[in-house]
């Protein structure tokens, strides 16, 4: 008799089929980069089978080890903080401009820098964001299909679990995982075509109700978000610029578009935990006036979050703004993940910086000049943090001034079809 | 009490550090690219913490697994053996001339694509010569340094002793690695100087008597190979053209230059197997008629020989000839390793394909027309192959046609300093 593996090996096999034909929905030739933490070789490993499955050209990995990435601050010379590997991501760039889908595998220990010296974290991640600009911009632009699904790395997996042996934490997490990404379902394709369906009618009011704001209350919330000029609402199944319409983010339950860069003003209390390249940013809270953050604050973390801000002019400012039910399947799992892919999807969130051309109406066909003048914001960087709970009541602020309940409570305040 | 590992922790890192210092000579301040199998996890973060102690910028890895490449000859469609990641050697032919050095990690399972399709394997190979010609390029003209050694992946050791279980198979190969690789010596580093001066002195001497060509006898073989003009011997430690002074291949036991392209006559046999991209290929004999192979004959592999000729025009050529004495450590200890790295170094051997630009006097300032002149080649594929054994007598021809013994029975004929 041998124990039980920790982690399901059917349900990993189902994640690496989602993650091929929900996620990337990947189309007969295409190649395929996949980015992945060393650790979660065995789902790399039945991705790559499931990629030529369905007919993959060529699929390249690249992986990521915590070691390696560890001997580096323990042992480097100083210089090499402002080092990064501009020429493979210009190349990974050139990629994904011809057709290449991306999938990248999250799971990393969201406190592995956390007790290295905050001043190379922020060196390196800086030349990190500007040799990835390249390979950024791609995605970003949704110019290719991409999807990014995760791995219960067993680092990651104490963070989540402290009190539980290795083992059990890594098969919790696991578990966590596969109900969050649909695949203890008896058909998870199934199961996402009926998600995809549910958000696409989210989308649909939210999209036909045109608000020019929105307006948030709540424990040290007081805020009011203006809605970029043409404005789109997105959310699940969307269609990339080389024509395939895939899930991104699995798992997914927002809904978001592209806020004005110019118009936010009030203040806004983070409601989880932001894990950012490794530190624990925590009790954010902020002023913004003219769109701009005049004043941060945090109980932890805030020398790297005032750092965050200062990577450029648009680090300051509003790149998307994202409402996810309280009640969403995360949410109720009641798991603190330390994990954007999770945490984001267990509330309404916004993220500093870059926005998203996509969240534009006829967004592909617009130029740099014109996504600005619409209020788009430009940074190097695209940061996500939790601002929702069942304590934030949010209205829409329709074109004539009228005020439309859009949450109440954390939870949506209209049904849709 | 727990079993002792298979692999000597401390030989490992033994083996790191000579990669880094003997090997590579890494200068502080320059970049380094590793690419390894995934099982040599180990060796590699071993590597990048003692290249980050010599100062290394920034340390990159690129695993490839086996799983992943069987995956491909079992579920990819036909298109995809005509792809390969050319956005990646690009780059990475960009890092190398911009001083990055370069550190390759052997070890991968020499029959790993023996049971599949050889028209696949062909056609992936040419592609991937193809796509890796900007980076071999720079490897080739010695623009920075580089280093191969080597790990005792499980399914190399396993060829190496079939006979044993696995971990008695790697424990033996990871030690007849450590030996071949002087790791085994009190001070692996001074043991290296004293190995390089040894060489240094066999190639001043050959680089003093200016043969003109060498002719083999010995069962099977009656080859003469002219050498090219201006040719130069090296083995050992040798300098790149960034200035620095490496070890390009641990272990090394090889002295070696450029054969003229078109000065290459007879008969000759292969006396050890050829392992090449997974295909066994034994008993190769072929014949030369103006430097060029009219015929090839092979016992085991002969289909795969004959793609392997049919690449280019200079694949039927000879690109170098090495001289090994019979009792060099590597051919003592009796293995066949079935890895080029190895047993070239336990026997004399030829290569088919690319020569070495270094393998000439001045060979950085001659332009492609001067090296194509004096009888270098010029392929995609450089193969190297075994001929010598201690059957096997060597003549060296000088210019006034006066014949100088310079190998009898596999060992050197002429002591030198
Ligand atoms: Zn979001
Ligand atoms: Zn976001
Ligand atoms: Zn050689
Ligand atoms: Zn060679």
């Known amino acids: 008799m041998t124990a039980a593996p920790a982690i399901d090996p059917e349900k990993l096999d189902k994640l690496a089929q989602v993650a091929v034909r929900v996620g990337l929905q990947l189309a007969p030739g295409q190649d395929l980069i996949i980015t992945a933490p060393v650790v979660a070789l065995p789902l790399v490993r039945a991705i790559t089978e499931h990629a030529y499955k369905a007919g993959a050209g060529l699929v390249t990995a690249f992986f990521s080890d915590e070691e390696m990435t560890l001997a580096r601050y323990r042992h480097a010379p100083d210089l090499s903080f402002d080092r990064a590997a501009g020429w493979l991501y210009e190349g990974m760039g050139k990629a994904f401009g011809s057709n290449t889908a991306r999938l990248a595998i999250a799971g990393d ?28 911009e791609k995605i970003v632009n949704f110019e290719t299909n991409w999807n990014i699904v995760s791995y219960p790395n067993p680092s990651w997996a104490r963070q989540v679990f402290p009190g539980e042996p290795e083992e059990v934490a890594v098969r919790r997490l696991a578990d ?16 996402w075509e009926e998600h995809n369906a549910a958000l696409r009618a989210r989308t649909q009011w939210l999209n036909g109700m045109r608000f020019s704001a929105l307006r948030y ?7 009011t978000i203006g809605l970029a000029d043409g404005h789109e609402w997105h959310g699940g199944a969307s269609k990339a610029q080389n024509g395939i319409t895939c899930n991104p983010n699995i798992p997914t339950e927002e809904v978001f578009t592209t806020p004005h860069r110019l118009r936010v003003e009030g203040t806004v209390s983070s409601t989880k935990p932001l894990s950012h390249n490794g530190t624990l ?18 109980s932890r973390g805030e020398a790297v979050l005032n750092k965050v801000l200062d990577t450029d002019e648009g680090a300051r400012r509003l790149g998307e703004v994202a409402l996810v039910p309280h009640s969403s399947p995360i949410s109720k799992s009641g798991l603190l993940f330390f ?44 940061i996500d943090w939790m601002i929702g ?13 009228a005020i439309v309940p859009v949450m109440r409570s954390g939870e949506w305040a209209t049904p849709v079809a």
Chains 1, 2 share one sequence.
């Open 217 to 223: 209350s709540g424990p040290g919330t007081d805020l």
């Open 389 to 401: 709970s069942d304590r934030i009541d949010i209205d829409g602020i329709a074109a004539d001034g």
């Open 176 to 191: 966590a995982i596969f109900a969050a990404s649909r695949v203890d379902r008896d058909d998870p394709v199934a199961a």
């Open 109 to 136: 220990n969201p406190l592995l820098l956390s007790s290295e010296d905050p001043d190379k974290v922020s060196r390196a991640n800086r030349a990190l964001s500007a040799a990835y600009k390249p390979a950024l």
């Open 281 to 298: 940013i925590d009790d954010i809270s902020v002023r913004f006036e003219g769109g701009r953050i005049v004043e941060a604050k945090a």
């Open 339 to 382: 994990n954007t892919l999770f945490d984001e999807n267990a509330a309404s969130h916004i993220a500093l910086g870059q926005c998203y051309t996509k969240c534009f109406l006829d967004g592909a066909s617009l130029t740099p000049e014109q996504i600005d003048a619409q209020g788009g914001n430009k940074s190097l960087i695209h």
